[in-house]
């Protein structure tokens, strides 16, 4: 019998410090005195400097401030209201990527600044979509940089997928174009494209990104089917930046947060999906392949807060 820890031993390992922190900060705040204006000021912004962003915190005021605490305030009734608030701002958003189109394949697109884990990623969806008996192929549309380009051959390899590939500074609407032509030739179900990750032009990225929907467009008009943001989580606040940028950049369907394996700064996940309300598919919790997941409400929601259930 393996003792390897299962998924939500490891979402609460991943959540250790978030939890931590949050309980550090609430740390002589929460007395069985009864709550006044001052107090729920204080846990208001113990909360903010948790990473759980102003809307996040201020739902959570309001709701403590309604409740009747006949015997005083006590921590775990804090963490309980703080994990029921948490659940309900992230369960609209807990959206697994299905593979549903027709015909096949499902094109998605990845993209996030370069050092986000974008290409490490890929190659746990891949595994995620390769346990699920879908078959897979990756295209290297990241040409920008050759070590992207051979990063992303040497995950092929391990994972056993095609890959089709292409120079340093080639065409990537090319590559994307030759990549369905042969997924869609070979019967493949999914083709995940790394595109680049650049900001610096944001005029460039988005003309390379329309050209690549151009070319689609010509082989499967309803593709890209998804566009799915690459966050860091260890950026805390910035993520929400960079999500507002390819937003509007790259029309962005969808999120996965990685680097969750003990930050400090997970609050910063449940803030995105407060302002954005955007579909968040998978989480990443560690190194492995089996680290990146897509998560339920409420276990995430326990984890942040602190609760073993």
């Not at 729920?40 to 201020?58: F, H, Q």
């Not at 944001?202 to 309803?222: H, W």
């Amino acid at each position: 019998m393996s003792d390897k820890p299962g998924w939500k031993d490891r979402l609460f390992g991943g959540f250790s410090k978030t939890s931590g922190r949050l309980t550090e900060n609430l740390t002589g705040l929460v007395t069985k005195a009864k709550l006044d204006d001052t107090t729920l000021d204080d846990i208001e912004d113990a909360l903010i400097v948790s990473d759980l962003g102003p809307a996040t915190a201020a739902s959570i005021r309001e709701k403590l401030s309604k409740e009747r605490f006949e015997k005083g305030l006590s921590e775990h009734a804090v963490r309980e209201i703080i994990q029921s608030e948490i659940a309900q701002i992230l369960e609209p958003v807990a959206v697994p990527l299905e593979i549903d189109a027709f015909p096949r394949p499902q094109v998605i697109l990845v993209i996030g600044v370069n050092g986000s884990g974008k290409t490490t990623t890929i190659a746990k969806l891949t595994h995620l979509f390769l346990e699920q008996d879908y078959g897979v192929m990756l295209a290297a549309g990241d040409t920008f940089r050759a070590a992207a380009i051979g990063q992303l051959k040497v995950w092929a390899e391990r994972l056993g997928v095609p890959i089709i590939s292409g120079k340093e500074g080639g065409d990537s609407a090319s590559i994307v174009y030759e990549g369905v032509k042969q997924a869609t030739a070979t019967g493949i179900d999914v083709l995940i494209v790394d595109t680049a990750g650049r900001l610096q032009n944001r005029t460039e990225l988005m003309d390379e990104l329309d050209k690549i929907r151009r070319v689609l467009g010509r082989l499967n008009p309803e593709a890209p089917h998804d566009v799915v943001l690459v966050l860091d989580a260890t950026t805390g606040q910035n993520a929400l930046s960079q999500i507002e940028v390819f937003k509007e950049v790259a029309k962005v369907t969808g999120l996965i947060m990685t680097k969750l394996d003990g930050t400090a700064r997970g609050g910063v996940l449940v803030a995105a999906a407060q302002q954005f309300k955007m579909p968040i598919h998978a989480i990443g919790v560690g190194e492995t392949m089996e680290d990146l997941r897509p998560f339920e409400a409420n276990d995430l929601a326990a984890a942040i807060a602190g609760i073993e259930e």
